[in-house]
C-alpha cells in the first residue's frame, strides 16, 4: 500500500570547475553543486495520466495517457521529465497517475543544468511516491539514460551533481563518482547574457577530434592533468594553484573552440582585477564563466565581469544534492 501520495522534491543546479569537453571523452572533471534549486511537486492521481505544469519552460496544462508516456510528440519543455518517467517505467512499472508541477530558482538560460536537475528531480519523487528507495547511483543511471536519449552525447556530470550535491571528482559515465570534502569554494560566477547549445558543441569538439586524433586527445590529457592538480589544490584550500588550473583549462577551451569573444573579455577582466583565476564554465557558447579570487578582490572583479558586459550572478558552490522538501 503506498503511504505517500504527494512529495516535494528539489535538486541543485551546477557549475563545471575543471575538465569541461574532456569529461565526454573519458576524462575526468570537477564539477560543483550551486543553490540555485529546481522544485518538483509530484502528486499521486486516480485517473492513469501525466499531467504537467512548468511554466518557467512554457508549459501548462500538460495532459497524456501514462500507456503513453514517450510517444508521439512531446514538447521541449516537457521532454527531460516525460522520458525520465519513461525510462523509469521500463525497470519499475507505474500504475498510477501522476500531476507533477515544477519552479526555478533560476533561468534556464543561464547553463546552470536545469534540464538535468527537473531529471534528478522526478527520478527521486517516483522513488518516494512508489517507496523504492532507490540508491543515488540507481537514480544516476536511469537520469543519464534519459539525458543519452534525448541529446544524444553527454557525460552525466551535471545529473550526477544534482543527486550527490557538493563538489565532485566525476568520470565520464559515472564510472568514478568521487565527493571532494572542501570548507568553502568562495566562486564568482558572471552570465554571459548568451545561451550555449551544449549538444551542438559537445559534437563540434567530437569532430574536432576525428580530424585532429593526434592533438585533441594531447588536450584531454592535459585537462586531465589539471583536474588531478586543481583536485589536490581544492582539498588543500590552495585557490591560488586552483585559480591557475582555471587559467590553464580555459587555454584548452580556447583551443577546442568553445570559446567566444564576451566570455573571454569577462575572464580576462576578471584575471585582470586581481582573480587567482577564471574560465568559461561548461560547454562554451555562451551561458556561464567562473572565477576564484581573494576576498579582498571580491568585489572589483564582479565590477570587472560586469563592465566587461557579464552580469554577476548570486550563487553559491558546494550545494546540498536532491532531498526531499516535506
Known amino acids: 500500500m503506498l503511504k505517500v501520495t504527494k512529495v516535494v522534491v528539489s535538486a541543485p543546479g551546477k557549475l563545471m570547475l575543471l575538465g569541461d569537453h574532456a569529461v565526454v571523452h573519458n576524462r575526468p572533471c570537477l564539477v560543483t553543486a550551486v543553490d540555485q534549486r529546481i522544485y518538483l511537486t509530484a502528486e499521486i492521481l486516480d485517473e492513469q495520466i501525466l499531467e504537467l505544469n512548468a511554466p518557467d519552460v512554457q508549459i501548462e496544462k500538460y495532459k497524456k495517457n501514462i500507456k503513453d508516456i514517450g510517444t508521439g510528440d512531446i514538447p521541449k519543455g516537457a521532454k527531460f521529465i516525460e522520458i525520465a518517467i519513461k525510462n523509469f517505467s521500463e525497470i ?3 500504475e498510477i497517475g501522476l500531476k507533477i508541477s515544477t519552479k526555478s530558482d533560476f533561468s534556464s538560460s543561464f547553463g546552470f543544468g536545469s534540464s538535468s536537475a527537473s531529471t534528478v528531480c522526478i527520478l527521486k519523487a517516483l522513488s518516494e511516491l512508489l517507496n523504492l528507495g532507490l540508491s543515488p547511483k540507481e537514480i544516476f543511471n536511469i537520469a543519464y539514460k534519459t539525458v543519452l536519449d534525448i541529446q544524444g552525447v553527454g557525460s552525466g556530470f ?8 557538493g563538489i565532485l571528482y566525476f568520470v565520464g ?4 563518482i568521487e565527493p571532494i570534502l572542501v ?3 568562495p566562486l564568482i560566477v558572471g552570465y554571459s547574457g548568451l545561451k550555449g547549445d551544449t549538444p551542438t558543441l559537445v559534437k563540434m569538439v567530437g569532430e574536432k577530434m576525428k580530424i585532429f586524433p593526434s592533438i585533441l586527445p594531447h588536450l584531454f590529457d592535459i585537462s586531465t592533468a589539471c583536474v588531478e592538480e586543481g583536485r589536490k589544490a581544492l582539498i588543500a584550500g590552495d585557490f591560488t594553484r586552483f585559480g591557475e588550473m582555471m587559467n590553464i583549462n580555459e587555454g584548452l577551451l580556447s583551443a577546442y573552440g568553445v570559446e567566444i569573444g564576451r566570455l573571454a573579455a569577462m575572464t580576462h577582466a576578471a584575471r585582470d582585477a586581481g582573480a587567482y583565476g577564471a574560465k568559461l564554465s ?11 579570487a581573494p576576498n579582498h578582490k571580491t568585489l572589483t572583479v564582479k565590477k570587472a565581469i560586469t563592465n566587461a558586459g557579464g552580469q554577476v550572478l548570486d550563487v553559491k558552490a558546494n550545494a546540498e544534492g536532491v532531498r526531499i522538501e516535506k
Open 282 to 292: 561548461g560547454a562554451g557558447g555562451g551561458d556561464c564563466m567562473i572565477a576564484v
Open 158 to 165: 551535471d545529473t550526477a551533481a544534482g543527486i550527490y550535491g
Open 92 to 94: 519499475y512499472p507505474i
Open 183 to 185: 570548507k568553502s569554494l
Open 173 to 176: 559515465g559515472g564510472k568514478v
